[in-house]
């Protein structure tokens, strides 16, 4: 658009819904640089602005941001169990219990994540525990 910005008071063209057609209107009220209220200079009828067919936009190709690669923290965690394993021992592991209460470090047989070691002692009755799927808190007596 070259033309000079438009105010309240111009002329502008505009579809009229009681002419039924695209009459010159009067910009009643402007929003920012776009009319909101104009008034038909036929029938005197104030509206709403509506863009003139030809202005349509072409909508847009927003592209979703669905597709945002972000880093797993799990990996991290992952990675931390595949250095660890090694140096467990399997044996040694506790049957995971809520009832039970564990040490830091303490070696853990959880029914659903398998083997995992305690990482730290998190709050009351709960214990960090590192598993190959990653951290989880578990509740410990
Ligand atoms: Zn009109």
């Known amino acids: 658009m070259s033309s000079a910005p438009l105010s309240a008071g111009d002329y502008i063209a505009a579809k009229c819904t009681k002419c ?3 009459t010159n209107h009067t910009i009643v009220a402007m929003v920012e640089d776009l009319p909101v209220k104009v008034q038909c200079n036929t029938c005197n009828g104030a509206h709403k602005y509506r863009k ?3 202005a349509k936009k072409t909508a847009a190709a927003k592209k979703p941001a669905t597709r945002r690669t972000k880093a797993d923290p799990q990996a991290v965690e992952r990675q931390q ?5 090694p140096s467990f021992n399997a044996s040694a ?3 995971y219990s809520m009832d039970t209460t564990y040490k830091l470090n303490a070696l853990i047989n959880h029914p659903t994540f398998g083997l995992g070691q305690v990482q730290k002692l998190a709050g009351t009755r709960k214990v960090l525990v590192l598993f190959a799927d990653g951290a989880k808190v578990l509740r410990c007596g």
């Not at 169990?81 to 394993?85: A, K, V």
Request: proline share 7%; glycine share 8%.
């Open 20 to 22: 039924g057609q695209e």
């Open 81 to 85: 169990w595949q250095e660890l394993e």
């Open 52 to 54: 003139p067919a030809a």
């Open 93 to 95: 592991a506790i049957a």
